[in-house]
């Protein structure tokens, strides 16, 4: 054991030290790890935009940010949050970092694009930070919504060409992502034997490379009508503003999916290990990613029902948004049944996961709310959204990203961290969470609209608590986050398996070296065959640090 | 473990790539389609005043640079060396000559005030306005393909005359020659969308 | 080695060529038919026609595993969804 050396003692190429054997570096694990520090830098300051946007909004009228300043701090949010988080978060981190170890070879089939892909990332957040100090942060919310983008006076173009950049560091990765799974699984690995978290980043690969160009010339067109004036949404000159609406979902909507699959993959991966369990429905949880990739890319104009388009647009549509929900389903149904008659070993990231089960379905029964064209109507804009959205997306997502950074820490840097501290902390954001969201649903459903700088005073007591709620969120990261970094001024003592996990990624040392296997592995049948942890009995009881 | 050396891959990652081009083309083709079913009577005069003998000329010419793209690729998998240059560089003389033509076609319709803002269209009807907006917008996008498309050929060419590239590597040629292709398959039908609608 | 077996002869490619200066000629001519909205549908088949030659001799298609052929035909598909769903809205106005 030993004698093995951690990647973080052998740069790849080899020769360079310092901070260049980070950043010329073609390891698939230094790059996952560049990715996180920037997306936790993102993360952060999205989550603190958020916070000064729920605080402007807890008392009526103006509190501390001018009304424009407002606009500009809900836009930032969202494009922080969509373009810099959630779309690279799962994948680029996590997926980087595990997917080769977990299909058992080396590294991904373009380490070189890898690394390109996270400097367009970084290039993406320069762009964005470019925009926001020179002629003002745009005002359009991260839809970019024509025709007020085209003619507003803030900087657009240069925002919306940090989302065009920011789209090819996703498409690339999918790229790699898939020519990886098929060119460099290991020799006897069939599809079918591949784990879930990897599945799940293939379904997300392909939406990423196909939906993705469909936003990059959206995003294109916005900046051609700016700069030179064509017309093709402008109505008075025979353009239709609506069609914008439709390339802009048929990207935006997939991308939903691109944000919660990697995240449904981390919870396939983490609830069977602590349940001592092999997954169940294991062949419907891959059909079902595969089935969310493809319908979720047919439903993009439920987003539109109050936009003017037909009506048999808005009936074709709202069938399809119910099918998309039965996939979903189907995952939720597996990981309960996964639990049923497990041996539960309760754990940081196992309790992430759980509150992931309960804030995702919140969001998916929301959905249903929104996807049905009648209550639609009357919820449509209004808190109602906001909350559904967050549900989804933070209480899924970002709860997946909790969870998995948890169940992937001791992997990734070799030190536990403390359980309680980790409990605290997820109670926190949990109950932050629904303390914040509850009452925006029932804002929403008494007419409160979003993105406005001020409402009524009958809103006042729910946009009162929904801004505790969110203190308590943000005190809850914060104390994640310094949980998390504290462990890394401890020794390096995790085993390579410290909670009994089955997929190859827990049969290296923690850290891994810099070629993953020291040999060949052995490429187990079934990735979810816990028979020999069972065996081993209460021994190997994961522990906090 | 030793690092893999399997690198048939890399075909198949230019292949996902082309597919991100072609759904990037696609988005514009969704706005040909839905303008096109209800400007009907104005494309169809828009395409009029296009220059026929233009577009004829332009797609005969990218149907040449395909073949000589493919035969390049032929004579390089047998050692044809010289026949591979040749093709690459009358490739690259057809990209040329498309371009030229690209600008004088485009140097005529600006002259005669037909250009994205212009006067001339903003005074005409709201499709005739859109079939020349789509026409710049296409005919633009696909003309940086084109650039791009011959840099790389230029590229392969250097390749192949430095004997970088031969029967046994050629993995750079094939996909440098993919995306030429897909830039004609790309013009094969803007051709008929927007010269021939009748 | 599998790069001999799978190339095509320059004889090939130059016929292949051939029959697409043909189609080409074929579709400007029909264009001078007027067949009402016939004539997009026949110039968008004769492009189809000559983007699947090209496809498949040009650009090796044939030559290719399941995997590229299959996630094409995904991307068509996906691209055909595209501009087939949005008359939905469009085509009901």
């Avoid at chain 1, 360079?16 to 790890?33: E, M, P, V």
């Avoid at chain 1, 006076?153 to 240069?158: A, E, I």
């Avoid at chain 2, 597919?19 to 009577?41: C, K, P, S």
């Avoid at chain 2, 690459?88 to 076609?105: D, S």
Wanted: charged share 10%; net charge neutral; glycine share 8%.
């Amino acid at each position: 054991m030993e004698s093995v050396k951690s990647f973080y003692e052998t740069p790849s190429p080899a020769g360079f030290t310092g901070i260049w054997s980070w950043l010329i570096t073609f390891d698939h694990k230094r790059i996952a790890l560049m990715y996180l520090y920037a997306i936790l830098f993102w993360f952060i300051l999205a989550v603190l935009l958020g916070g000064v946007i729920r605080l402007e909004l807890m008392f009526e009228g103006k509190t501390f940010l001018r009304p424009e300043l407002y606009n500009s701090a809900f836009t930032l949010h969202g494009v922080i949050m969509i373009f810099l988080f959630i779309i690279p978060a799962l994948p680029a981190v996590f997926g980087n970092f595990f997917l080769p170890i977990q299909i058992g070879t080396d590294d991904v089939y373009f380490p070189k694009l890898n690394l390109l892909s996270w400097y367009l990332y970084m290039a993406g957040g320069v762009v964005a930070v470019v925009s926001l100090f020179s002629d003002g942060f745009p005002d359009t919310g991260w839809t970019f919504y024509v025709p007020f983008s085209i003619s507003t006076n803030t900087n657009v173009s240069t925002a919306v060409f940090a989302a065009f950049i920011l789209g090819f560091s996703s498409m690339l990765t999918g790229l790699n992502f898939i020519t990886t799974i098929h060119k460099m699984r290991a020799k006897t690995m069939g599809w079918l034997q591949l784990p879930l978290f990897t599945w799940s980043l293939y379904a997300t690969a392909w939406v990423q490379l196909l939906a993705t160009p469909v936003v990059t010339i959206t995003l294109v067109l916005v900046m051609i009508e700016r700069y030179f004036n064509v017309g093709l949404f402008d109505p008075s000159r025979g353009g239709d503003p609506i069609l914008y609406q439709h390339l802009f979902w048929m990207y935006s909507h997939p991308a939903v999916y691109i944000m919660i699959l990697p995240g449904m993959g981390v919870i396939s991966e983490i609830i069977p290990v602590f349940a001592r369990k092999s997954i169940f429905g294991y062949k419907a949880i891959v059909a079902s990613s595969l089935a969310i990739a493809i319908a979720g890319s047919l439903v993009w104009a439920h987003h539109m029902y109050t936009s003017g388009m037909s009506d048999t647009a808005v009936f074709v549509f709202s069938l399809l948004t119910f099918v998309v929900a039965i996939p979903s389903a189907i995952k939720v149904f597996s990981w309960v049944a996964t639990l049923y008659k497990g041996a539960i070993e309760m754990t940081p990231p196992l309790f992430l996961s759980l509150c992931f089960i309960y804030l995702f379905s919140v969001g998916g029964l929301t959905g249903l709310v929104l996807g049905a064209p009648g209550p639609n109507i009357h919820v449509h804009d209004t808190h109602f959204v906001v909350a559904h959205f967050h549900c989804t997306m933070f209480g899924g997502t970002g709860f997946a990203f909790f969870a998995a950074l948890h169940y992937w820490w001791p992997k990734m840097f070799g030190r536990m961290y403390d359980f309680k501290k980790a409990y605290i902390a997820a109670v926190l954001v949990t109950g932050g969470f629904m303390f914040h969201y509850v009452p925006m649903f029932i804002l929403g459903l008494q007419g409160m609209p979003r993105r406005y700088f001020d409402y009524l005073p009958q809103y006042a007591p729910g946009n009162f608590f929904a801004g505790f709620g969110a203190l308590f969120m943000i005190a809850g990261i914060g104390l994640m986050m310094v949980n998390l970094f504290a462990s890394l001024a401890r020794q390096r003592t995790v085993p390579p398996d410290p909670w009994g996990g089955v997929t190859l990624e827990w049969t290296v040392p923690s850290p891994p070296p810099l070629h993953n296997f020291e040999k060949d592995p052995d490429i187990p049948d079934y990735p979810y065959d816990f028979s020999k942890i069972v065996a081993a009995g209460s021994g190997s009881r994961p522990k906090g640090a | 473990m030793k690092p893999q050396t399997d690198r048939t891959g890399n075909k198949m990652g230019m292949w996902l790539f082309l597919y991100t081009e072609i759904i990037l083309f696609g988005g514009l083709f969704v706005l040909y389609a839905v303008y096109f079913d209800r400007y009907t009577e104005d494309f169809i005069a828009g395409a009029k005043e296009l220059d026929r003998v233009f577009g004829v000329v332009n797609t005969i010419i990218l149907l040449v640079s395909s073949f000589f793209v493919a035969a390049s690729i032929t004579a390089v998998r047998k050692a044809h060396d010289r026949i591979a240059l040749a093709g690459l560089w009358g490739a690259l003389a057809c990209g040329a000559v498309f371009l030229v033509n690209k600008y004088i076609e485009w140097g005529h319709k600006i002259e005669h005030g037909i250009y994205p803002g212009s006067e001339k269209l903003l005074d005409s009807a709201g499709g005739q306005n859109l079939f020349f907006g789509l026409y710049y917008v296409i005919t633009g996008l696909h003309g940086i393909h084109i650039i791009i498309g011959m840099t790389l050929l230029g590229v392969s060419l250097v390749l192949v005359h430095r004997q970088k590239i031969t029967a046994q590597k050629d993995a750079l040629l094939e996909n440098c020659g993919l995306y030429w292709h897909l830039v004609d398959l790309v013009w094969i039908f803007i051709f008929p969308l927007f010269y021939l609608v009748v | 080695m599998e790069h001999q077996s799978c190339i095509f002869e320059y004889r090939t490619l130059g016929l292949v060529l051939a029959a697409l200066l043909i189609m080409t000629a074929v579709t400007v001519g029909a264009s001078y038919i007027d067949l009402g909205w016939v004539n997009i549908w026949i110039a968008l088949m004769i492009a189809s026609i000559k983007a699947g030659l090209v496809l498949v001799v040009f650009m090796h298609l044939k030559f290719e595993g399941r995997a590229v052929i299959l996630s094409f035909l995904s991307t068509v598909f996906f691209l055909a969804v595209m501009i087939g769903f949005i008359f939905w809205d469009v085509g009901f106005r």
